[in-house]
C-alpha cells in the first residue's frame, strides 16, 4: 500500500503561482511514477503531469506546458508541482497519484487539494 498526502492548495489570483505537494509514506519503494490530476466542478478528471520515481522522466498535458512543473525529492518521498501563470481554468480539485511497478495504471490517490484561481 502507498499512502499519499497533498498540499498546498488555495486561492490564488490570475497570473500567479502556487506549489502543491505530495507526500508519500508506505510502500514507495514499488513506485514506479507519481502523477498529478485535476477535476473542476462537473468536469472529468484530467491528466496534468508525471514524473517516473527513479529516472525523472516527466510528461504533461498540453494546456499546462510551459506554465507547470513537475519535480520529485526522493529523500523526501515527495513529488511537487509548480504552477506558474495560473488562469481561473486551472481552478480545480488536484489529486496525486501513484503508479507502481507491473501494475499499469494509477493503483493510489490522494484525497485531494483545492486550487481556486480568481480573475
Known amino acids: 500500500q502507498v499512502q499519499l498526502v497533498e498540499s498546498g492548495g488555495g486561492l490564488v489570483q490570475a497570473g500567479g503561482s502556487l506549489r502543491l505537494s505530495c507526500a508519500a509514506s508506505g510502500r514507495t519503494f514499488s513506485m514506479y511514477r507519481m502523477g498529478w490530476f485535476r477535476q473542476a466542478p462537473g468536469k472529468e478528471r484530467k491528466f496534468v503531469a508525471a514524473i517516473t520515481w527513479s529516472g525523472g522522466s516527466t510528461d504533461y498535458a498540453d494546456s499546462v506546458k510551459g506554465r507547470f512543473t513537475i519535480s520529485r525529492d526522493n529523500a523526501k518521498n515527495t513529488v511537487y508541482l509548480q504552477m506558474g501563470s495560473l488562469e481561473p481554468e486551472d481552478t480545480a480539485v488536484y489529486y496525486c497519484?501513484?503508479?507502481?511497478?507491473?501494475?499499469?495504471?494509477?493503483?493510489?490517490w490522494g484525497q485531494g487539494t483545492q486550487v481556486t484561481v480568481s480573475s
Open positions: 497519484a501513484a503508479e507502481t511497478f507491473g501494475s499499469m495504471s494509477y493503483a493510489y
